[in-house]
């Protein structure tokens, strides 16, 4: 009887193996990003945030009608999420601002990468942190370089995005389907307000700013967070963690194909070591993480 009371885009992701739900989200939100980092010369990265947060919070509250009348402890859950939520988007964004999108999302990862080995003694776990830290080193050190101010963002971002892993998990077991993403995205809204309207003002206004950052938010929240918390309720968190695994390399892809940044050959091998990193750490993690 519950499945006959799931909205009509419940039973359409419930149809899709989880699988390919992560997949389709990776794309979703480093093509989002990409189209992001077009509008920073007109609204700013945190005017940028806060359009695709507030516009995600409305869809998601339209599609997913959630109810106010939560527990104290489903309450706490939703308001750390929409916290988190914001912080790492703008830390995120301040990065991409920066430094292109491949780097910023290749250093960000270092903190699912910490998900995976917290806690481990094992030398192999320890053998990936160095390959993923060579990577890091290769990123930063190749000639030209990356700004400082940059890194130093994408690696909040990183500790955050570390926080959103285990958030989500908790997010997914105690709210239905997507009530509870759509009020902790007002949450996250909330947050982020008072940092876009002192960097863009009245451009968020602009209706060409104003659609753009209808599909930024489709693309880099509202898709991605919906299928990654239907695909968290039916897979472990360190098979979501393998799949996540890829974002470093999308990301580049999507930087170069849409953005035209050219990363240096040792850039792309600094990717690949993260990337590889990842996947080893995240195969060999302990069941329960």
């Known amino acids: 009887m519950a499945h006959a009371d799931r909205l009509p885009v419940a039973r359409l992701m419930g149809g899709i193996p989880p699988t390919a739900l992560v997949l389709l989200g990776i794309v979703s939100v480093q093509v989002g990003a990409a189209v992001a980092k077009q509008l920073f010369t007109v609204a700013g990265a945190a005017g940028t945030v806060t359009l695709r947060l507030v516009v995600a919070a409305l869809v998601l509250v339209v ?33 991409l601002a920066r430094i292109p999108l491949g780097a910023a999302v290749t250093i960000e990862f270092l903190g699912p990468l910490a998900v995976a ?16 830290g060579l990577g890091v080193v290769l990123l930063t050190r190749v000639q030209g370089g990356l700004a400082l101010s940059g890194v130093l963002f994408a690696l909040a971002a990183g500790a955050c995005w570390a926080a959103y892993i285990l958030v989500t998990a908790k997010l997914g077991s105690k709210t239905s389907d997507g009530k509870g993403l759509a009020l902790a995205m007002v949450v996250g809204a909330v947050v982020a307000l008072p940092f876009g309207v002192t960097s863009a003002g009245t451009a968020m206004l602009d209706p060409v700013v104003l659609a753009a950052g209808f599909a930024v938010a489709l693309m880099s929240s509202v898709i991605p967070y919906s299928l990654e918390l239907e695909a968290l309720r039916r897979m472990p968190p360190r098979v979501f963690g393998i799949l996540m695994s890829m974002e470093p390399a999308v990301a580049a892809v999507a930087g170069l194909v849409l953005l035209g940044e050219q990363l240096k050959p040792a850039q792309w091998v600094a990717v690949c070591c993260v990337v590889i990193a990842s996947v080893g750490a995240t195969r060999s993690a302990r069941p329960d993480v």
């Open 63 to 95: 599609i997913w009608r959630p109810s106010l009348r939560l527990d104290r402890r489903t309450l706490a859950v939703v308001v750390t999420y929409g916290v988190v939520l914001a912080a790492m988007n703008l830390c995120f964004y301040a990065a």
């Open 117 to 132: 080995v917290f806690g481990s003694r094992r030398w192999l776990d320890g053998l990936w942190v160095l390959l993923a």
